[in-house]
């Protein structure tokens, strides 16, 4: 099982820089797939960025492509979200999700195959 936690989320200006971090507890943190997904008000929940347990594979939502970078860190168990060139549709509640382990190579971008969820950490991008 694993327990996750964001950080890093805060107050940034349209075009400026954030890194979100989570922290994973337990040992087989290696053995899980990661993502991150956002929430925005009045939206539904939807996929941001993912990378496999190895963290060789990444996946990105087409919106923050060439933007965003995921990557993860396996001796601190931790997965961060590197976020650049910030618009103002990227403000969102962000989560951070592990997949149990599993036989798929490539990290999905389905909410509904994660297992663990954090409690996310607010971005907001103003003008």
């Known amino acids: 099982q694993v327990h996750v936690v964001e950080s890093g989320g805060g107050l940034v200006q349209a075009g400026g820089s954030l890194r979100l971090s989570c922290s994973a507890t337990g040992r087989t943190f290696s053995r899980y797939h990661m993502a991150w997904f956002r929430q925005a008000p009045g939206k539904e929940r939807e996929f941001v960025a993912a990378v496999s347990l190895n963290g060789e594979t990444t996946n990105y939502a087409d919106s923050v492509k060439g933007r965003f970078t995921i990557s993860r860190h396996g001796a601190l168990n931790t997965q961060y979200l590197q976020m650049n060139g910030l618009k103002l549709e990227d403000t969102a509640v962000y989560f951070c999700?592990?997949?149990?382990?599993?036989?798929?190579?490539?990290?999905?971008?389905?909410?509904?195959?994660?297992?663990?969820w954090g409690q996310g950490t607010q971005v907001t991008v103003s003008s």
């Open positions: 999700a592990a997949r149990s382990p599993t036989t798929a190579l490539v990290p999905t971008t389905t909410a509904a195959a994660y297992d663990y």
